[in-house]
């Protein structure tokens, strides 16, 4: 959970985009199809996601976050999303998301992890009476990944909103 | 003197409260929303911001007294003044950043007139134009408006634009007993302070003001409408660090456990309620130990036995602001539009405490009360659907009547309405605060 946003000096990027583009777009299709529990098990144990609620907002511990999830939490929403009762989801939402711009930002020297930088549009309708909620999320994705056999896992997803510092609706979904 | 002729918009408000309901159009008429901008929001303690997000001599944060914009600012002797957010000249907003620094001068963008971080006119540029009959750094009129009623308690500001002849009272006698609470969790800082500077939960409810104020003292719901927060066992999830578990959610045909637990009400619609059903008495862990022994540095045993004691769940000062003990926060309420609020949540860092204590505090704040949290989002979606339902006027009426005859209203020599914890009691108190100010302070 203290684990630093920003890792050990690393060297000149060599890894290959291809697998890391990806694991990228299956990430977003598992949260886009509602399969919340696959999605979390793409994460490391001690794994996070975190999405900031201010630009230059350093760490996750000083100030409020949109979300700040560790593993435990993470069960904790999913279970809620699940449940029969969960009102504000009944109509549920049904997103989608786009990721591109991919680039490794870092490549870590010893671990061999990567610090992968992505754009991302996410469109979510909710067919709610009175009014059905649509509206567009934008942002940046970071994602620090460890190679696991042919993929990877992660060790943290940061998700920046363009607009991270707005009043919002309530939010359901991870970005 | 009314130009227009027209008559007076006073409605006949005994027709809209009765002592067990209201009528719809309290949540919905354009009109009485305006009324109620004016009388209430134009009337009462409104909590502005807390001394800890302007130390420094220029710091200032954007707030909102009901629709008309202010900000709080440090000026350069260290006072911290409500100013309107509107130049004297041509009514331009000075600020329009939530919050910064703006220094020693506040300068408007459109024609350059000039003043100190106090407010008070320092020059018009081209000054060749202005007669000198203006006098305009002595006259009060060329310089920014100052809200005059500003106190402060234990660095929470509040203000009020209240004219002198309204009956409402200095912030310390309004607040009642209700200021015992603010105490009880400030005292929780080894400090004796809080620290409000660590972000905030901004969220808006696409209903009115009234319902999220009617819902925090509402012990009645958490059972429905947070079902989905609890488990097999009607445990809800951990929301301290410290607890085994959440509160428990127990849904019984007759009774509620929750009615063991009490609420109160005060005049002006101020009230307060027992602590959740956490089970509080299993709470420990090396942080709570860590907070009890910086509190010892202080405090007797006794005392830091107290202040570690749940004494009350939270405390509304109605209108504008709830604080919380369990999960530290501050939350305001910010009515825009009949069927628009818009709510921010603070954190409270305990001044003192150690770090991880705070770092804690913030991120169970992210679960329980953000934009996205497990908890708030059903509020809200409840809120949303209360405006969506009123639109129908098959029925005129939202009923308030639960444990009416229990009401011991008044009866307290301390002053203090009680009843059981789902009683609507509550509410009740707040409709007769909301008569109060619609009627310009008449009990």
Redesign the interface.
């Known amino acids: 959970m203290n684990a630093p946003l920003i890792g050990s000096p690393a060297t000149a990027g060599t890894a290959d985009i291809r697998p890391v583009e990806a694991f990228l777009i299956r990430e977003a299709r598992l949260l886009d199809e509602r399969r919340f529990e696959e999605w979390q098990a793409l994460f490391v144990p001690e794994g996070y996601y975190w999405?900031p609620?201010?630009h230059g907002?350093t760490d996750?511990?000083?100030?409020?976050?949109?979300?700040?999830d560790d593993r435990e939490?993470m069960a904790?929403?999913i279970?809620?999303l699940r449940?029969?009762?969960?009102?504000?989801q009944i109509p549920a939402s049904q997103a989608t998301r786009q990721v591109s711009n991919v680039s490794i930002e870092e490549e870590h020297a010893q671990t061999g992890e990567l610090t992968v930088r992505s754009v991302f549009f996410m469109f979510e309708h909710r067919a709610t009476?009175?009014q059905p909620l649509e509206r567009i999320f934008a942002g940046e994705y970071r994602h620090r990944l460890r190679r696991e056999a042919d993929s990877f896992h992660i060790v943290w997803k940061k998700a920046t909103l363009v607009n991270c510092d707005?009043?919002?609706?309530?939010?359901?979904l991870y970005f | 003197m009314n130009p227009f002729d027209l008559p007076p918009r006073t409605p006949d408000f005994e027709a809209l409260v009765k002592p067990d309901r209201v009528h719809r159009s309290i949540y919905t008429d354009p009109a009485l929303f305006d009324l109620e901008m004016e009388r209430i929001f134009g009337r009462a303690w409104l909590y502005i911001g807390h001394l800890s997000q302007v130390p420094r001599e220029g710091d200032f944060i954007a707030a909102w007294m009901g629709r008309q914009p202010v900000i709080m600012i440090r000026d350069g002797k260290g006072e911290v003044n409500v100013l309107h957010n509107r130049c004297p000249h041509r009514g331009a907003m000075l600020l329009t950043e939530e919050r910064g620094n703006a220094g020693s001068v506040l300068r408007c963008p459109y024609h350059g007139w000039t003043f100190r971080n106090n407010g008070k006119l320092m020059l018009a540029p081209l000054r060749d134009g202005y007669a000198e009959r203006y006098r305009m750094q002595e006259d009060e009129n060329f310089s920014i408006q100052k809200v005059a009623r500003v106190e402060t308690y234990r660095g929470f500001v509040f203000a009020s634009l209240a004219p002198r002849e309204h009956p409402l009272p200095g912030l310390i006698e309004f607040l009642g007993q209700a200021g015992t609470w603010i105490d009880a969790i400030v005292d929780r800082a080894p400090d004796g302070e809080v620290d409000v500077s660590?972000?905030?939960?901004?969220?808006?409810v696409?209903g009115n003001w009234k319902a999220q104020i009617e819902n925090l003292n509402d012990l009645y719901h958490p059972q429905f409408?947070h079902?989905?927060?609890s488990?097999k066992q009607e445990r809800q999830?951990k929301r301290r660090y410290g607890d085994e578990s959440g509160a428990h959610l127990d849904v019984a045909e007759t009774g509620s456990t929750w009615d063991a637990m009490k609420v109160a009400g005060i005049d002006w619609g101020l009230s307060w309620c027992d602590p959740l059903p956490f089970n509080h008495e299993a709470r420990g862990g090396p942080l709570v130990e860590e907070h009890r022994a910086a509190l010892a540095k202080r405090h007797s045993p006794e005392r830091v036995g107290e202040i570690m004691s749940e004494r009350f769940h939270n405390v509304i000062i109605y209108p504008s602001v709830v604080m919380q003990l369990a999960s530290s926060h501050v939350r305001t309420i910010r009515p825009i539009a009949p069927d628009l609020t818009?709510i921010r949540?603070?954190?409270m860092r305990l001044k003192g405490a150690p770090e991880e204590i705070?770092?804690q505090l913030?991120?169970y704040?992210?679960?329980t009360h953000?934009?996205?949290s497990?908890i708030?989002?059903?509020d809200?979606?409840?809120f949303r659907?209360v405006q969506?339902g009123l639109?129908s006027e098959g029925r005129d009426w939202v009923w308030l009547n639960r444990y009416v005859d229990a009401d011991r209203e008044g009866a307290g020599a301390d002053g203090v309405r009680r009843a059981p914890g789902t009683s609507e009691l509550v509410m009740r108190n707040q409709y007769r605060g909301w008569l109060r100010y619609m009627r310009e302070g008449t009990p």
């Not at chain 1, 996750?60 to 700040?68: G, N, Q, V």
């Not at chain 1, 449940?83 to 504000?88: D, G, L, T």
């Not at chain 2, 660590?198 to 808006?204: L, N, P, Q, R, S």
Request: glycine residues 4%; hydrophobic residues 40%.
């Open positions: 999405a609620a201010r907002q996750p511990w000083s100030e409020s976050s949109l979300m700040f939490i904790n929403r279970q809620r449940h029969p009762k969960v009102y504000a009476l009175p707005a009043t919002f609706d309530p939010l359901f | 660590g972000g905030v939960h901004k969220y808006f696409r409408a079902a989905c927060t488990d999830f818009e949540v603070y954190p705070n770092r913030v991120r704040l992210n679960i953000a934009a996205g497990l708030q989002t059903d809200v979606e409840m659907r969506a639109a």
